[in-house]
């Protein structure tokens, strides 16, 4: 399984940008959550979103998404299940909000620990000036 994350940069508070995670290899058959976590310099890595990946890539139900209270109103979780890209859509942006973003898959329950996610990407740096 291999995940690539894109779409990081310098932005201003207030910006918006939008990450994207290319999933290959990801072919289970069986429902899991994929999620975007971030680490800042000198902190623990926190979960930002999760959303529920159906097995099938036709899926077009509704997907279940959640959010950290920090990012809650302010980010979006999406996905686009037959190219198997995540996205993460990140609206009025903070200086807290500067981390190295990273795309996570493999989790059984809609959590946001990171333990509970067996594949990762190399990360994208979001910085908010």
């Known amino acids: 399984v291999q995940l690539v994350e894109s779409g990081g940069g310098t932005v201003q508070a207030g910006g918006s940008l939008k990450l994207s995670c290319v999933a290959s290899g990801y072919s289970t058959s069986s429902p899991t959550y994929m999620a975007w976590f971030r680490q800042a310099p000198g902190k623990e890595r926190e979960g930002v979103a999760a959303i529920y990946r159906s097995g099938s890539p036709t899926w077009s139900g509704i997907s279940p998404t959640y959010y950290a209270t920090s990012v809650k109103g302010r980010f979006t979780i999406s996905q686009d299940r037959a190219k198997d890209t995540l996205f993460l859509q990140m609206d009025n942006l903070k200086p807290e909000d500067t981390a190295v973003y990273y795309c996570?898959?493999?989790?059984?329950?809609?959590?946001?620990?990171?333990?509970?996610?067996?594949?990762w990407g190399q990360g994208t740096q979001v910085t908010v000036s």
């Open positions: 996570a898959a493999g989790a059984t329950l809609s959590t946001l620990i990171p333990q509970s996610y067996n594949h």
